[in-house]
């Protein structure tokens, strides 16, 4: 894992902002604040890097210029469409007729001659317009920037390490009588990489996250496997109802925490009921499929028949010896998800990413004892909440 680099210093952006708002040259503004001027232009212009083969664009982190003039999106009527649309009912076209020569679907079409209409249910254009212009709502700040006690709790739990979805679930609970301070988890995420947005604080990006980024990233397709395929596997779509419906305890899912370049990794299992979560310490730098498999037979062991009826994993080679595992059990069942399909699986996808604030990737997981794994089990906030 790479070092952190030095925190911004907003202290000099603001002022150098402030010359610039004020009409100094850019030159001028860079040597009062003590910065280079090739600073001053990313600055105010952003900035283009080339890593990994995508090219990142960097936003200015200054406003030194009003903001343009907004402009609608082409999905809203314009006025002329208005026109049009009033001199198409006055021929006595039906909605659908209209629909199809404006290129518009027939439910827009409808929602407009209902609202657009006056009192006296005559449909005007022009006052239509008029109308919806003022049905749109300015731009204003966003919830959590409105409210300081809303902004300061979120806070309060990105830095405890609860992720976005966490924080948007209890919040029902924190405030169950004020539906105004429910947010979905995207709001949280917005919030997080744009700080303009929710009013939190610049640092946040970062460090609170679980990835540590400070940008989003598009979501990639999942890499094809290079290792063959599991002997004798189960797939999950011979798995108990009771399983898939989490109304039985004792239905596992279970996967490999790798550490850097697959060197190491830890067994992590989450009960879909209860999402109570077990971790499984691999000794050394071996996650073979034998290490694993005692690893779990030891983890599963320790608890009543009824609680191990399932196992579910992907179709990784650590668990080519399921045969053995399940004899071992006894009452345990091992299934396999479809190939490049995680989502079968999602506690065990959720509760990794979670554990990524304690074991971070790229790092050797080697080196965590068994009592400092068994530690993270019992004491990292909210496992059990996801």
Not at 5 to 16: I, K, L, N, S, V
Not at 274 to 296: C, E, F, K, Q, W
Not at 316 to 323: I, P, S
Request: glycine share 6%.
């Amino acid at each position: 894992m790479g070092r952190r680099g030095p925190q911004p210093d907003y202290a000099r952006r603001e002022a150098f902002a402030k010359l610039i708002a004020e009409g100094d040259p850019s030159g001028q503004a860079c040597q009062i604040v003590g910065i280079h001027r090739r600073t001053g232009i990313e600055w105010r212009n952003g900035r283009r890097r080339l890593r990994r083969g995508r090219v990142l664009i960097f936003p200015p982190v200054i406003n030194v210029s009003p903001k343009p003039e907004k402009r609608y999106s082409p999905r809203y009527l314009s006025e002329d469409e208005r026109v049009r649309l009033a001199d198409l009912r006055s021929e006595k076209r039906t909605m659908r007729e209209i629909a199809a020569l404006m290129g518009r679907s027939t439910s827009t079409i409808c929602r407009e001659l209902a609202r657009g209409a006056d009192a006296a249910g005559r449909y005007r254009p022009f006052e239509a317009h008029l109308r919806a212009l003022l049905r749109r709502h300015p731009h204003r700040p966003s919830r959590m920037a409105r409210d300081a006690e809303l902004r300061d709790w979120v806070v309060a739990k990105l830095m405890a390490r609860w992720s976005p979805e966490q924080i948007s679930r209890k919040l029902r609970s924190e405030f169950p009588d004020d539906p105004d301070r429910w947010l979905c988890t995207e709001t949280i995420y917005q919030a997080v990489y744009r700080p303009d947005l929710g009013g939190l604080p610049r640092e946040l990006p970062g460090r609170v996250l679980h990835h540590r980024r400070r940008q989003r990233l598009p979501r990639r397709h999942a890499q094809a496997r290079r290792s063959g395929p599991v002997l004798g596997m189960t797939l999950i779509v011979d798995r108990p109802a009771a399983a898939l419906e989490r109304v039985q305890p004792g239905h596992w899912e279970g996967d490999l925490l790798v550490g850097a370049a697959n060197a190491s990794a830890i067994v992590t299992m989450v009960e879909r009921v209860t999402r109570h979560t077990i971790l499984g310490h691999l000794p050394g730098v071996r996650h073979d499929s034998a290490t694993v498999r005692d690893t779990v037979v030891a983890a599963l062991a320790r608890l009543p028949a009824h609680l191990r009826r399932t196992l579910t994993w992907d179709q990784g080679t650590e668990m080519a010896r399921h045969a053995e595992i399940a004899a071992a059990l006894g009452t345990t069942e091992v299934y396999f998800c479809d190939a490049h399909s995680p989502w079968q699986r999602p506690s065990n996808e959720n509760t990794n990413g979670l554990l990524r604030d304690y074991f971070p990737k790229s790092t050797d997981l080697s080196v965590y004892t068994a009592d400092e794994i068994a530690a993270v089990q019992w004491h990292c906030p909210g496992l059990t909440d996801i």
